[in-house]
């Protein structure tokens, strides 16, 4: 069974809350409008944590008939399968007869949707318009869009501080976002990049690559020859965004 779209759509000031489903009424009339110019995030994933999450998302719309509630959506399989999500609509900005640009921003809110884990990954783009008289026109936009739980890095490095040349120890933790239970969980198994940054330097190089145990955590040694940062980095996967931790800085004498 699909997902109804929960929209808020605000024009002139005004904010309409209202429910509407993204897939044509049997029987309506298919077409009147076309939707071009279509952007979600600007190309990137939208990765969710456990509170709410907004992301900006543009297209163009060109029809003859006057429509109401234009938006574009998140779908997979069909278009009456979607992602729950609110919707705020911009007025239309017209660039000439029967074109008009709009603006939106898409909020994701686990607290607020009955959203699943099961729901990260890979979502196409639909684009939906309702016209006078009860028909509509949706249609696919032809673009994927990721959708991702968010992840968390934690970070120890010791003992501080350390000998030059002498072992430091460096512990952390990987957790992602669970939209279940509204918490973040242990990640484990995850390949984690320990990585280091000399004091007065600019950028951070990779030392080494640590698999997290079961339960998320991350265990190292290294030789610390110079002052500087310590901190861990995940890159991430269809699922999943990427994270790196805070640094921990060492000084070595």
Known sequence: ????????????????????????????????????????????????????????ASFRMTTSRKGKWPAVFLYRGNTDNLLWHSIGTSDCHQVSAGVCDFNETMSFDPTVWDMRNSEAGAWKVAAKVSFKGGDSDTDKVGRTVYVKRNSRLSVNAAPEPVAKGKTIT????????????????????????????????????????????????????????????????????????????????????
Request: aromatic residues 8%.
């Open 1 to 56: 069974m699909g997902k109804k779209i929960w929209r808020a759509v605000v024009a002139g000031g005004a904010a309409a809350v209202f429910t509407g489903v993204a897939a044509v009424p049997a029987g309506a009339v298919e077409g009147g409008a076309s939707f071009t110019r279509v952007q979600v995030n600007g190309g990137k994933p939208i990765v969710i944590g456990v509170k709410e999450a907004a992301v900006p």
């Open 170 to 253: 460096v512990t952390g933790k990987v957790t992602r976002a669970n939209w279940e239970t509204k918490n973040y969980a242990p990640y484990g198994s995850r390949l984690v990049s320990l990585q280091f940054k000399p004091s007065g330097a600019t950028s951070y190089t990779t030392v080494k690559k640590v698999h997290a145990g079961g339960s998320g955590a991350l265990r190292t040694t290294v030789k610390a020859s110079k002052t500087g940062a310590w901190r861990w980095a995940y890159y991430g996967n269809t699922t999943t965004g990427p994270s790196t931790s805070a640094a921990d800085n060492v000084v070595a004498r």
